[in-house]
């Protein structure tokens, strides 16, 4: 599988190299926002690990760019520790983030986890219907009410987890288990922005995420909301 290593740091990026080249994986390498742009486009790898803080074009910049014409996974990597720091990335559609200095061990286990799970859900087949709500998880595709629904990689992994375990409470170290494929404590925080992300497609409708104070989330089909409710 190839990876895209995007960091203006010499350092860094040689310690990637040398713990995931041992894993096999085939790297490319970028130094700056509009290379990482560039290549990631055009060499369509199967995860880009990107630095925030980049000459030329930010993380953010970049991730934004991506996600205009690819769903590929894009862990971010950033020195910033603020939680408005990292939502701003998932707003903007990073899957992930890991905190700067990072242990080279814990960076392998997330992109293993990450590749492992990407690849495990192209396998698939499975369908599920909540309600309106249809998900086809090996087409990709979604729909609610009869209409389409638009959603990212992380997005569709979420609800087709919450779906097919409809009226069931799931904590957010469960659903981080099942679609990021790992758990890591104290950042939960993931799981609940793209769970707002969600809320935003099925207002409206009979399909709702429930939140349960202390527990985590359950998907639930109930009573369409009325107009203007």
């Known amino acids: 599988m190839r990876i895209l290593v995007a960091d203006d740091e010499p350092n860094i990026r040689e310690l990637v190299r040398l713990y995931l080249s041992k894993e096999g994986y085939d790297l490319e390498f970028a130094s700056n926002g509009p290379e990482a742009l560039e290549k990631a486009l055009q060499t369509q790898p199967d995860l880009v690990l990107l630095d925030l803080m980049m000459p030329k074009l930010d993380g953010f910049e970049v991730t934004k760019g991506i996600r205009e014409r690819s769903d590929v996974p894009i862990l971010m990597l950033t020195v910033r520790k603020e939680d408005t720091v990292k939502v701003a990335g998932l707003e903007l559609g990073a899957d992930d983030y890991l905190t700067k200095p990072f242990n080279p061990k814990e960076l392998v286990a997330r992109v293993k986890a990450i590749l492992r799970r990407s690849d495990g859900i192209q396998r698939s087949g499975t369908t599920v219907q909540v309600g309106t709500l249809q998900l086809d998880r090996q087409r990709r595709e979604a729909s609610l009410e009869g209409r389409p ?13 919450l779906a097919q375990n409809e009226g069931i409470a799931m904590s957010r170290e469960q659903l981080l288990s099942l679609v990021w494929g790992y758990t890591f404590s104290g950042e939960t925080r993931t799981v609940d922005v793209h769970v707002n992300h969600l809320r935003q497609h099925l207002a409206g409708s009979a399909v709702k995420i429930e939140t349960l104070r202390g527990v985590g989330y359950k998907l639930v089909a109930g009573p369409r909301d009325a107009p203007g409710a």
């Open 149 to 161: 629904l638009t959603l990212r990689t992380k997005e569709f992994d979420l609800l087709f987890a």
